[in-house]
């Protein structure tokens, strides 16, 4: 079965918004407004977006979706 992935489109500035929930939309791999991630489904990543939720637009896709599309994943961090 294809791994599920989370869309993440980054759709509101973050400016004037709490540091953290900045910090939280960079560590999604965000980096430029209305930029779009694909990152693994799981409770970490579901956490972040939940606190940015306002700011970001979520869609779900699979691991073949990705491939198709020619999406990137998001950055890793050394």
Do not use: C, F, Y
Not at 20 to 42: A, I, W, Y
Request: glycine share 6%; no cysteine.
């Amino acid at each position: 079965m294809a791994e599920t992935r989370l869309r993440v489109t980054w759709t509101r500035s973050a400016s004037g918004k709490p540091r953290r929930q900045q910090e939280t939309v960079r560590s999604l791999g965000l980096r430029k407004l209305n930029q779009t991630v694909e990152l693994p489904d799981t409770p970490a990543v579901r956490g972040m977006i939940l606190a940015v939720r306002h700011l970001v637009k979520v869609s779900l896709t699979t691991g073949a979706e990705h491939r198709q599309n020619g999406l990137q994943d998001a950055p890793k961090e050394a």
